[in-house]
């Protein structure tokens, strides 16, 4: 027949567009080309190609092969359409039947041997494969991330020659299987002994999805609080789940399908670099913060960061989407995170400690404060302190705490009164769902605008107020926002006029 044509899908981003693998043999010098992969990629992919028919005992023709894979603008990495590659050859000089060709879809790379060897970003092509309404044949090492996706029938093959029988009727290929979902093993909130205040923000920053940050010296347990916030969210909907698996799928980190449904909590170390943190590279890939998309993105020693590395999450911060440019392409990653930063009070950690071992002075800790910017300063809508717990209340005989189980229920019940106001997390209201959402009784109103005024606040931080008070309210189960709520609220933005204060 001479003409094959066989579906495929490239990465681009967390997305996978369709990719047609057109194969077409004619007379002449025998010579394979392929059109629309890079120079380096088309060599290996030949080499493997061929070896791979060969040792699968078919016959590579000896013809003048094209291979052209479309459309022709959309960048293609690596090995991923080998077994495409392989199959449409196979399918143009008549050695297996065309006509099932049409119903599937194939990804893989192929070993010397024609064993079918894994690829990132399976995820996103099942669920690609599922709206095309096609089935999906992809290598063992993938099966289980390829069945996560509900809706489309993947198989696995172990080898090229495997998937010829199957395509010849003489073989059924085993279906994909998803692993059992493990129930979640994260660290538990009974752990943190005392720190009543910080256990409560912690709370309210679940129960709202607000942004935290906690300010103490070394060893006061600001890693120990922040690692436990994943566990006390709401379980992520699936919806949500697939969202963040396919993520990490298209990370060239891997994904652990049996993980897919926890939600990620990821602590980069303060000398990660930009790219890492926010995504980037030649074939971009997502960073932490994407990574952290739907669970917790934790950011340790905040003032140690690169400047330029934090100003760069002001945008996701408020849109819960990330831009990497490159070249004339752009790839949006989602990059809904919620932040919990941790910082010293000081260079030395010890400021404001009873014990006065801090010699730091007031311009040191005025500069030191200073290197995390207004603006990223603004979007965090809880600051508190965290102090050195006495020994005390470190006593392995002392009063039991809450577990993360307890606290979560609370954490759930609030966050569905939000969903039935708004449809959404109380730190996703835009300006004028808080508005009508948030709404104060005249004497709170004034107390509010006064605070605003004395702490010197912006209009930013007035609204993320208001939708802190409406989160205190929602666990309180109380319709109208009160005096106590608010004042409380209020209280998450002191530090702002420490900071406000030196600086002046
Ligand atoms: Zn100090």
């Keep these: 027949m001479g003409l094959a044509l066989v579906h495929s899908r490239a990465r681009v981003g967390v997305a996978a567009p369709a990719v047609q693998v057109e194969v077409h043999l004619a007379g002449g010098l025998p010579r394979m080309s392929i059109v629309g992969l890079p120079e380096a990629a088309v060599r290996e992919a030949k080499d493997r190609v061929r070896a791979a028919i060969q040792c699968a005992q078919f016959e590579f023709p000896a013809r003048v092969i ?12 690596g090995g991923r ?48 494969a599922a709206d095309a309404g096609r089935k999906l044949i992809v290598p063992p090492g993938n099966g289980a991330e390829a069945a996560l996706a509900r809706n489309v029938e993947a ?3 172990r080898t090229l020659l495997e998937v010829c029988a199957a395509l010849n009727g003489v073989k059924v290929l085993p279906l994909a299987v998803a692993p059992a979902a493990l129930p979640y093993r994260g660290p538990d909130l009974c752990d943190v002994r005392g720190q009543a205040h910080a256990r409560r923000a912690l709370e309210i920053a679940a129960a709202g999805n607000h942004h935290l940050l906690l300010i103490g010296p070394p060893g006061c347990g600001k890693t120990l609080l922040a690692s436990r916030l994943s566990g006390i969210l709401p379980e992520a909907s699936e919806d949500e789940a697939l969202e963040t698996a396919a993520i990490a799928s298209v990370s060239g980190r891997g994904l652990d399908p049996a993980r897919w449904r926890e939600r990620p909590y990821r602590s980069p170390h303060h000398t990660a670099s930009a790219v890492a943190l926010v995504g980037g590279g030649a074939q971009p890939r997502p960073g932490e913060i994407s990574l952290a998309h739907n669970g917790v993105l934790f950011l340790d020693e905040l003032p140690e960061w690169d400047r ?15 831009t990497i440019s490159r070249a004339a392409r752009q790839n949006e990653f989602p990059a809904r995170f919620q932040l919990v930063a941790a910082m010293n009070p000081c260079p030395c950690g010890w400021a404001g400690d009873p014990s006065g071992r801090c010699r730091c002075s007031l311009e040191v800790i005025r500069r030191y404060r200073a290197r995390i910017s207004g603006p990223l300063m603004d979007r965090i809508d809880l600051q508190i302190e965290v102090p050195r717990l006495p020994p005390s209340d470190l006593r392995p005989d002392g009063p039991a705490s809450e577990s993360s189980d307890a606290v979560r229920g609370r954490v759930e019940a609030a966050r569905n009164l939000q969903h039935h106001r708004a449809g959404k997390a109380n730190a996703h209201m835009t300006q004028a769902e808080t508005n009508t959402h948030c709404r ?13 005024e004395s702490l010197q606040l912006s209009a930013r931080s007035m609204h993320r ?4 008070s409406r989160t205190i309210a929602d666990m309180a189960g109380v319709a109208q926002i009160n005096t106590a709520h608010l004042t409380e ?15 002046a």
């Design 66 to 77: 094209t291979v052209n894979l479309a459309p022709a603008d959309l960048p293609k990495d």
């Design 308 to 322: 330029r590395a934090l100003e760069v999450l002001r945008e996701p911060l408020e849109s819960g989407v990330v």
């Design 155 to 157: 198989r696995t093959a």
């Design 465 to 468: 107020i208001l939708r802190v």
């Design 440 to 452: 104060l009784q005249p004497r709170d109103q004034l107390l509010l605008e006064r605070a605003i």
């Design 489 to 503: 609220a209020l209280g998450y933005r002191r530090t702002d006029r420490g900071m406000g204060r030196q600086a």
């Design 81 to 128: 359409f080998d077994l495409p590659i392989a199959i449409g050859i196979l399918a143009a000089s008549g050695q297996i039947p065309a006509d099932a060709l049409d119903q599937y879809e194939f990804l893989g790379e192929l070993g010397l041997t024609g064993e079918l060897r894994p690829i990132d970003g399976v995820l996103p092509a099942a669920l690609a």
